[in-house]
């Protein structure tokens, strides 16, 4: 039996008087990757958001658990430090601060490990090898003069090398070419296979096609109205969501 990770139970958020999220029920397994589609304003960005502990939004009702553990009244942070990892935003380049130096701080707070540059250097040359990332790209700073696909390698990276044990994508295939959708879907798979489970929201079938994904949900206004197999890919291409928001 696989065991039961996140939980989201019967979940209702959204921020000041509007209501996000009325409803959704989600049950990930440890190991899994699951995927999360949708039309644009469904709520999926909501929803990351919300069970990474943003501050920016209320949950009204409902539970979220981790590893039977309720999360609801715990900073980002302490989310973090109990493994849930959600790719970091970079509203702004930040010149003058080096990705190493910024990751090591980084998994230091979130590992509580005391690990010396040198040695988080040399992991971090280990894990940019392994996933076939140019480690020139580590004595950079941080997103200072990144295209967006080196951005997205750098996210990945971050996944890498915190090994956070469950791992949360928005949108990360937004504004990247066909291969920088090829190493990212490369890199879900090794990391998915070294045991990080996997919460993906995407619109692109081509970045999920090749995975072997759990469970695919679809969610529209604030609620997941479907969840199937990666059949559904089929019906979506098809036609669209129209077929699963009949009756929402
Ligand atoms: P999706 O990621 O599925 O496109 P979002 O979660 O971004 O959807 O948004 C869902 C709805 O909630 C949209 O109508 C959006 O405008 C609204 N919304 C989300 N976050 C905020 C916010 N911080 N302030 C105001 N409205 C928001
Ligand atoms: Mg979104």
Redesign the pocket.
């Known amino acids: 039996m696989k065991q039961d990770y996140l939980k989201i139970e019967n979940l209702y958020a959204g921020?000041l008087d509007?209501e996000?999220l009325k409803g959704i029920n989600l049950t990930i397994s440890k190991g899994d990757v699951q995927v999360i589609m949708?039309p644009?304003?469904?709520?999926?960005?909501?929803l990351a958001e919300v069970l990474m502990g943003s501050e920016?939004y209320t949950v009204s009702s409902g539970d979220i658990l981790f590893n039977n553990k309720k999360l609801n009244n715990l900073k980002s942070f302490q989310r973090a430090k109990e493994g849930l990892f959600l790719a970091f935003q970079y509203p702004v380049e930040v010149p003058g601060v080096n990705f190493g130096t910024f990751l090591h701080s980084a998994y230091k707070s979130i590992t509580n490990k005391d690990i010396s540059i040198f040695e988080f250097i040399l992991e971090l040359k280990k894990e940019s090898k392994k996933l076939g990332i140019d480690e020139t790209f580590l004595s950079r700073n941080l997103n200072e003069g990144l295209s967006g696909g080196e951005k997205k390698r750098m996210e990945i990276l971050q996944i890498a090398i915190l090994k956070p044990k469950f791992a949360i994508l928005d949108e990360i295939d937004s504004g990247l070419d066909i291969d920088g959708v090829k190493f990212v879907t490369e890199s879900i798979k090794i990391l998915n296979k070294e045991g990080i489970t996997f919460l993906i929201i995407t619109h692109q079938k081509k970045l999920i096609e090749n995975i072997n994904i759990s469970k695919l949900n679809i969610?529209s206004k604030g609620k997941i109205v479907k969840s199937g197999t990666k059949e559904l890919l089929l019906q979506i291409e098809k036609v669209g969501y129209k077929d699963f928001l009949k009756n929402v």
Request: hydrophobic share 25%; charged share 25%; no cysteine.
């Open positions: 921020i509007k996000i949708g644009n304003g469904s709520g999926k960005s909501t920016e969610m």
